[in-house]
Every structure is written in structure tokens, then in C-alpha cells.
């Protein structure tokens, strides 16, 4: 079973059933006891750094969600679910991240271009196991105006242009993250679920 976390934040059924077209068994839910089931979680997040992290927070699940992860079980971040892997924002400054990865999520330098970036952007890509099956610089969905700027560099799977080079995805043994949404990305957002749902 895979649980998409709930709290409050983030398109849930839209990410649970973009898991379930790939053959995922998914099941959206708060429950710690759920959460400790699981075989895998899905992290998602949609709006503000801050506010997000105050909804998991609310929920008590972030000591379970921790052992879980450091345990070794497998996690996807979706958006601002990437995010708060982190140590803290630029967005929300006096907040704590939930600190898995060291570094932080600062706003994206991108002169004469809007901000949020929101729409298609091509990412390029190494050796992953969330792109396996892709090729050449596919497109995703991107809808965000901050990123993730990693202490270890080498974490980072995947980025993208937007005024500067931005993190799209990371990646480091259980752990994997898009700053991209995969579930309003079309065939190559499913592949990248499928992968994760096979792993």
C-alpha cells in the first residue's frame, strides 16, 4: 500500500489517482497507523512553505513520518512536499523544515520572467531511477517560485532553466522528491509514478 499523506495541503486525489492509473495501491490518509503500514509514502504540498509545514506539524505525524524515512522506507515529494525535506525557506523564514536533507529553499533569481513560474519547462536528468524509461530533456509541470539549493549537490537528479538553473528533482537512496508535479504532467508524470510505484 502506498499512502499519499493528508494534511491539509496539496492535490491529493489527483495525485492518488494518477497512482492508481500506474497500478499503485493508494490510499490517501493522516493515520500514523496507516503511515507505519505503508510500504511507500507519497509527500505532496501545494502553497506555502510555512503553512504547510503548521498543517504536518498539526497532524502529529512528523516524528512517525521521520522514523519511517530514516528507517529506510521509500518517500516521494511532490512540489513544497520536496521542499520541506529540507532544512528551512527563504518563503518562511522562522520555520523549521522537517531537516532530512541539509541546505535550504530560496527564491528563484529569474529577471524579466514571472514569478511563480508556472507552466511546461524541459528538465535534464542523470541517472535515476524516478526517469528510468525516459530520454532526450521530457517536459513536466512546474508551478512554484522558490527551490531547493542542497548543501550536498549530489543529491540533485534532475533540473531545470528558469532564469538560472533550478532543482527539479532529488534524489539519494529511499528518498526522492520533484519540484515538478508529476499527476498534471501527462505520460511522462505517470511514467515517472510508475517508476516509483515499482521500485
Known amino acids: 500500500m502506498i499512502i499519499v499523506i493528508d494534511y491539509g495541503v496539496g492535490n491529493l486525489y489527483s ?24 510500504e511507500k509514502i507519497i509527500l505532496p504540498g501545494v ?22 524515512v530514516t ?3 521509500k518517500i516521494l515529494g511532490i512540489c513544497v512536499g520536496l521542499q520541506i525535506l529540507f532544512a528551512g525557506s527563504e518563503e518562511s ?16 533569481r529569474a529577471d524579466g520572467l514571472k514569478i511563480p ?8 536528468f542523470g541517472d535515476s531511477k524516478l526517469f ?9 509541470y512546474f508551478v ?12 540533485i537528479s534532475a533540473t531545470t532553466i528558469y532564469g538560472e538553473t533550478v532543482t527539479a528533482a532529488i534524489e539519494r537512496d529511499n528518498i526522492f ?6 499527476e498534471k504532467s501527462g505520460d511522462v508524470g505517470l511514467r515517472v509514478l510508475k517508476n516509483f510505484v515499482e521500485l
Not at 502553497?47 to 519511517?68: K, Q, S, V, Y
Not at 513560474?117 to 535534464?124: D, E, L, V
Not at 528510468?132 to 513536466?140: D, H, Q, T, V
Request: aromatic share 8%; glycine share 14%.
Open 15 to 38: 495525485v492518488a489517482k494518477a497512482v492508481s492509473s500506474v497500478g499503485g495501491d493508494v490510499k490517501i490518509s493522516g493515520n500514523v497507523d496507516d503511515l507505519k503500514r505503508a
Open 47 to 68: 502553497g506555502a512553505f510555512g503553512d504547510c509545514m503548521t498543517n504536518l506539524e498539526a497532524t502529529g505525524l512528523i516524528p512517525e513520518l521521520r522514523r519511517e
Open 132 to 140: 528510468a524509461g525516459l530520454s532526450g530533456e521530457p517536459y513536466f
Open 71 to 73: 528507517g529506510g522506507k
Open 144 to 155: 512554484h517560485s522558490y527551490h531547493a539549493v542542497p548543501d550536498d549537490e549530489k543529491i
Open 177 to 182: 522528491a520533484t519540484q515538478f508535479h508529476p
Open 117 to 124: 513560474h508556472m507552466g511546461w519547462n524541459s528538465i535534464t
Open 93 to 108: 523564514p522562522c520555520v523549521d523544515g522537517l531537516k532530512i536533507f541539509g541546505g535550504n529553499v530560496k527564491k528563484i
